[in-house]
């Protein structure tokens, strides 16, 4: 258990490195012997955990969503809405998610194809097809053309964000792609009682 433990920990302390290295200096630039000296662990434990530089940036693309799982309510698509606030409110400052953004837009993996954002593409393709069951959606939404849509968009919006003003205008900004967005996805009852400012955003302001 100790052990277990131990390992645990080593993980985590890999991956947070990781995050900062790579969230400052992108994938490229980052190198395994910096990672391993920020998380203050031997290089052996570090390859006990990830055999490669691509394994360890995989980590944390798929690690990145889990705190940000959305929970189910009457409505999926203010979920997705609210869902998409969250993370962009988070994109300020947690450092998987701004590594994980620069590692899907910066590389192509050698090992094995990577399809950028595919797990934020996953969650949101759930959440449409749960609001298409709902009659949320107009009747010819495909969820996971919507959802590829959606991420690709999003993924323009926060890079343009970024680049703008270090993504302090995002939340402003999400909220202008759905009020563009929801016309076409959203069902005449449904857009009526959605809110695309999200939320999660006014319970944080």
């Known amino acids: 258990m100790v052990k277990q433990e131990r390992a645990v920990r080593t993980r985590r302390a890999v991956l947070e490195a990781a995050a900062h290295v790579i969230g400052v200096r992108g994938y490229q ?3 395994m012997a910096e990672i391993i000296q920020r998380a203050g662990v031997t290089k052996g434990a570090v390859y006990f955990h990830f055999r490669s530089k691509d394994a360890l940036a995989r980590a944390v693309i ?4 889990e705190p940000f799982l959305p929970p189910v309510t009457e409505s999926r698509l203010q979920d997705a809405i609210d869902f998409t606030h969250q993370v962009s409110l988070a994109l ?9 953004t ?3 837009v910066e590389t192509t993996f050698s090992e094995e194809p990577l399809v950028p954002y595919q797990a934020w593409t996953d969650i949101m393709t ?3 097809r749960e609001a ?3 009659g949320e ?5 495909a969820p996971e053309r919507a959802a590829e849509l959606f991420v690709s968009s999003y993924m323009g919006v926060q890079l343009f964000s970024r680049a703008a003003t270090d993504r302090a205008d995002l939340p402003e900004r999400v909220t202008t792609l759905w009020r563009h967005l929801l016309p076409g996805l959203a069902s005449p009852g449904a857009l009526s009682h959605l809110d695309p400012h999200g939320r999660s955003v006014k319970l944080a302001v």
């Open 126 to 128: 759930t959440m449409f």
């Open 102 to 104: 620069r590692i899907a």
């Open 29 to 31: 630039a980052a190198t």
């Open 62 to 65: 798929r690690e990145q969503t």
């Open 137 to 141: 959606l107009l009747p010819g939404v």
């Open 132 to 134: 298409r069951e709902n």
């Open 92 to 100: 300020r400052s947690d450092p998987l998610l701004q590594a994980g």
